[in-house]
């Protein structure tokens, strides 16, 4: 078990737990790590699994530390979703004839030569950081690179290829050849995109991402509402997945109150943050959680300053503090904001600028792992763990620091794009592959292959 600490300044392995995971085990090692931090400075633990030793872990910290809350990860929550929507029958057959099509290209070294030649060296298949992008960015190539991968089947090459005689050739071939699957991928694509964009901005830590996650949730179904053109039929599955995933894991009172005391959607778009009971409830758990005990600051945040942002009285009304928040850059800086323009309600712009601050996923302790593999080979198998964590601190914050770097300079850095090839041999290595594909007949082409130009009412 991995414990990293997040603030403004990004963040920073701490330590790991070796022995046995029980739910008192964690918690104790939590509570430990958040005496080191200091209990004023931790505002929530955030968590990418629910099983029984983390929620008793949970409820022990609520109990000793009731103002603290216990958050799940966005990126793993994200990640459960794409899962499911992947399973989808009208999604699930574009994904397996993509890679269908990617295995036989890259299983055949005259066909992967053109593809090479013809894409100038460039890959299909790009690795990502979790198995879940790792679906999405082939797919997206695939779209980029359709007139390439269409030459290929076209050119006399491939005529006098023995690979166009067997079957996986011939299904490639009408396949690739297909306008209803090119239809179908770029209909999978635009339907997938929505997610991944929240998938990239929780996991690029570019800003703390509290404040965005439920709001750019509520706009990426929007967005997949449009894509399948308010078609109920293609879009509801999908909500429900979304929905099911949400519920109990990103609608907490934190992620509540943070998407409502965020000005670029309270005062950009009013028609969409409605002040429902659930909000509400959401924000006065939060308030009543980050102040608790504290009766009379509750009072003055729920009755009297909440209502000053609320209605854009005294700063909050200034023009420059409505221009300040009206467009959802890699510049727009919340804590900022309310720095500048909330000091007329003091204990509200403490709660906003400290959750506001947060991040809502914990892939960074995630991706540490990658880290411990490689400090602990078979070479260094007798590394003892006081030995082999300090090595893990010393690289891993290492690396963190490098990639801030990276960012500064280069101003742009793709989480979801990595060098790790694990997750994509499912792309190109087919488990149990035959030497050779099976020889098929001219004269069975016709009935093998016609379900490859499907009608587009088939189609999401």
Same mark, same amino acid.
């Given at each position: 078990m991995n414990l990293c600490v997040n603030s403004r300044g990004g963040t920073f392995y701490l330590s790991s737990m070796k022995e046995s995971q029980t739910g008192t085990s964690v918690f104790e090692y939590v509570d430990k790590c958040i005496e080191d931090v200091g209990p004023e400075k931790v505002v929530q633990v955030i968590t990418d699994g629910a099983d029984n030793n983390l929620a008793a872990a949970a409820k022990m910290l609520k109990e000793k530390r009731p103002g603290i809350f216990w958050s799940s990860c966005a990126a793993h929550t994200v990640n459960l979703m794409l899962e499911d929507i992947f399973k989808l029958p009208k999604i699930s057959k574009y994904i397996d004839k993509a890679k269908a099509l990617t295995l036989f290209v890259y299983a055949h070294e005259k066909t992967f030569a053109v593809m090479r030649h013809d894409t100038k060296e460039k890959d299909v298949v790009r690795a990502g950081v979790t198995r879940f992008a790792t679906t999405f960015l082939p797919l997206q190539s695939l779209l980029e690179k359709k007139q390439q991968l269409m030459s290929i089947f076209v050119s006399y090459k491939w005529d006098r290829c023995k690979d166009s005689i067997y079957m996986n050739g011939r299904f490639c071939y009408y396949t690739c050849l297909s306008p209803a699957f090119w239809n179908g991928v770029?209909?999978?694509?635009?339907?997938?995109?929505?997610?991944?964009?929240?998938?990239?901005?929780?996991?690029?830590? @570019?800003?703390?991402?509290?404040?965005?996650?439920?709001?750019?949730?509520?706009?990426?179904?929007?967005?997949?509402?449009?894509?399948?053109?308010?078609?109920?039929?293609?879009?509801?599955?999908?909500?429900?997945?979304?929905?099911? @995933?949400?519920?109990?894991?990103?609608?907490?009172?934190?992620?509540?109150?943070?998407?409502?005391?965020?000005?670029?959607?309270?005062?950009?778009?009013?028609?969409?943050?409605?002040?429902?009971?659930?909000?509400?409830?959401?924000?006065?758990?939060?308030?009543?959680?980050?102040?608790?005990?504290?009766?009379?600051?509750?009072?003055?945040?729920?009755?009297?300053?909440?209502?000053?942002?609320?209605? @854009?009285?005294?700063?909050?009304?200034?023009?420059?503090?409505?221009?300040?928040?009206?467009?959802?850059? !890699?510049?727009? !800086?919340?804590?900022?904001? $309310?720095?500048?323009?909330?000091?007329?309600?003091?204990?509200?712009?403490?709660?906003?600028?400290?959750?506001? *601050?947060?991040?809502?996923? *914990?892939?960074?302790?995630?991706?540490? $792992?990658?880290?411990? @593999?490689?400090?602990?080979?078979?070479?260094?198998?007798?590394?003892?763990? !006081?030995?082999?964590? *300090?090595?893990?601190?010393?690289?891993?914050?290492?690396?963190?620091?490098?990639?801030?770097?990276?960012?500064?300079?280069?101003?742009?850095?793709?989480?979801?794009?990595?060098?790790?090839?694990?997750?994509?041999?499912?792309?190109?290595?087919?488990?149990?592959?035959?030497?050779?594909?099976?020889?098929?007949?001219?004269?069975?082409?016709? *009935?093998?292959?016609?379900?490859?130009?499907?009608?587009?009412?088939?189609?999401?």
């Amino acid at each position: 078990m991995n414990l990293c600490v997040n603030s403004r300044g990004g963040t920073f392995y701490l330590s790991s737990m070796k022995e046995s995971q029980t739910g008192t085990s964690v918690f104790e090692y939590v509570d430990k790590c958040i005496e080191d931090v200091g209990p004023e400075k931790v505002v929530q633990v955030i968590t990418d699994g629910a099983d029984n030793n983390l929620a008793a872990a949970a409820k022990m910290l609520k109990e000793k530390r009731p103002g603290i809350f216990w958050s799940s990860c966005a990126a793993h929550t994200v990640n459960l979703m794409l899962e499911d929507i992947f399973k989808l029958p009208k999604i699930s057959k574009y994904i397996d004839k993509a890679k269908a099509l990617t295995l036989f290209v890259y299983a055949h070294e005259k066909t992967f030569a053109v593809m090479r030649h013809d894409t100038k060296e460039k890959d299909v298949v790009r690795a990502g950081v979790t198995r879940f992008a790792t679906t999405f960015l082939p797919l997206q190539s695939l779209l980029e690179k359709k007139q390439q991968l269409m030459s290929i089947f076209v050119s006399y090459k491939w005529d006098r290829c023995k690979d166009s005689i067997y079957m996986n050739g011939r299904f490639c071939y009408y396949t690739c050849l297909s306008p209803a699957f090119w239809n179908g991928v770029s209909r999978v694509v635009n339907v997938l995109e929505p997610l991944v964009k929240v998938l990239k901005m929780v996991e690029g830590e @570019k800003k703390p991402s509290m404040g965005f996650i439920y709001g750019e949730l509520l706009e990426a179904k929007r967005c997949i509402k449009a894509a399948t053109n308010n078609l109920e039929k293609y879009y509801h599955p999908i909500f429900e997945i979304i929905d099911e @995933k949400i519920r109990g894991r990103l609608d907490s009172p934190l992620h509540l109150a943070a998407y409502l005391l965020n000005p670029f959607y309270l005062y950009n778009k009013p028609d969409v943050v409605k002040l429902d009971e659930t909000l509400m409830n959401g924000f006065l758990t939060c308030v009543e959680t980050f102040y608790h005990g504290e009766l009379e600051k509750q009072e003055k945040v729920i009755n009297h300053e909440f209502r000053v942002y609320q209605d @854009k009285l005294g700063f909050f009304g200034k023009p420059y503090a409505l221009r300040g928040c009206e467009q959802n850059t !890699d510049e727009f !800086d919340l804590e900022h904001w $309310w720095s500048m323009y909330g000091c007329t309600v003091r204990n509200l712009a403490i709660l906003a600028r400290k959750i506001l *601050s947060l991040t809502s996923c *914990s892939s960074g302790c995630q991706r540490n $792992w990658s880290t411990f @593999k490689q400090i602990h080979k078979s070479e260094r198998n007798r590394l003892d763990a !006081d030995r082999m964590d *300090s090595l893990v601190y010393v690289q891993f914050n290492s690396n963190l620091l490098n990639k801030r770097k990276r960012i500064k300079e280069v101003g742009e850095y793709d989480m979801l794009v990595g060098d790790d090839g694990e997750n994509v041999e499912e792309w190109f290595v087919e488990v149990g592959q035959g030497e050779e594909d099976e020889h098929i007949d001219e004269d069975d082409e016709d *009935s093998a292959f016609h379900i490859e130009f499907e009608s587009e009412d088939e189609l999401m």
